[in-house]
């Protein structure tokens, strides 16, 4: 690699992260900024993805300019391939740029570039087996038509119970009473005029009621932290028929630990930490590029 410095990047639908190492890598400074899902917003991605860096460099002591570094960007809705051309059609200011999926520099993470299975379970899903080199996905189709489990969709998922509450369809429980007292709202009109623009962003913001209620008893948000445990143990175990045997499986995400006691034990009894973060998976993606 020609540059002295890389940033890895970890872009997800809230947070994006920034690892600044030298040529050796050593770690000189890391950095945070918004959100970098490029299939939502790819002009909001590349700001985020720029701040972050700039603070990464701020932590460092070194004195060095994006346009000599070398970026390897890990990124939500990069697996899409108009999403990922559309965004590296917008100018650069780095050395070089390659970019791959948040999910799969994740994975090259976890596993420390060996065989092994990913899900990611935080504002969006999505799971990916990488065996013998090539990567196979599964998942991660945006909250409109999947993201099952996400963080957005328990969001949403909360919505719909809520108006089905207010018709007398399910029952006013604790979920339902925190979410109409949220949003300081009475009537079924009034809620969907409150969320009518809302992103999977906005929508994942719910997931901490949708949490919270549950560890207070209620049986609603049970209900609905157990469908997605049951589409997360599905997932998992498609990706174990994808590579046909049970390969170790990372689970990540904001939403893991909420979702470790609903995986069924096949699965469960699989799980490995993460080796290095998906920062670090980018970066090593990177240089095998080279």
Same mark, same amino acid.
């Given at each position: 690699m020609s540059q002295e410095?890389?940033?890895?990047?970890?872009?997800?639908?809230t947070y994006c992260r920034a690892m600044l190492q030298d040529i050796n890598g050593n770690i000189l400074g890391t950095g945070e900024a918004g959100p970098a899902n490029i299939m939502s917003n790819a002009t909001q991605a590349l700001t985020s993805i720029i701040q972050a860096s700039e603070h990464a460099i701020q932590k460092s002591t070194v004195n060095v300019a994006l346009g000599d570094i070398a970026v390897a960007a890990g990124l939500a809705g990069a697996n899409i391939p108009q999403a990922k051309s559309a965004f590296l059609s917008l100018p650069m200011p780095f050395a070089r740029l390659e970019v791959m999926s948040d999910l &799969?520099?994740?994975?090259?993470?976890? &596993?420390? +570039?060996?065989?092994?299975?990913?899900?990611?379970?935080?504002?969006?899903?999505?799971?990916t087996v990488y065996q013998k080199g090539r990567f196979a996905d599964k998942g991660g189709y945006g909250l409109n038509v999947g993201d099952n489990a996400s963080a957005a969709w328990l969001g949403q998922?909360?919505?719909? &119970?809520?108006?089905?509450?207010?018709?007398?369809?399910?029952?006013? +429980?604790?979920?339902?009473?925190?979410?109409?007292? &949220?949003?300081d709202v009475t009537d079924p009109q009034t809620l969907i005029q409150e969320v009518s623009q809302f992103t999977a962003e906005s929508y994942g913001q719910l997931a901490p009621i949708v949490v919270e209620s549950f560890s207070q008893g209620c049986e609603s948000a049970k209900k609905l932290l157990e469908q997605g445990g049951d589409y997360l143990s599905k997932l998992g175990k498609a990706l174990h028929r994808e590579a046909g045997q049970a390969l170790p499986i990372c689970f990540v995400g904001g939403l893991s630990n909420v979702y470790r006691p609903f995986l069924s034990s096949d699965v469960s009894s699989v799980l490995c930490d993460a080796a290095k973060p998906a920062q670090q998976g980018a970066i090593d993606f990177l240089k095998q590029t080279n």
């Open positions: 410095f890389v940033i890895g990047i970890d872009g997800g639908g &799969h520099a994740a994975c090259l993470g976890a &596993h420390n +570039g060996q065989d092994g299975a990913m899900i990611i379970c935080g504002t969006g899903s999505a799971g998922s909360a919505i719909r &119970h809520t108006l089905l509450a207010f018709d007398n369809i399910e029952n006013r +429980g604790m979920l339902f009473k925190r979410l109409t007292s &949220h949003f």
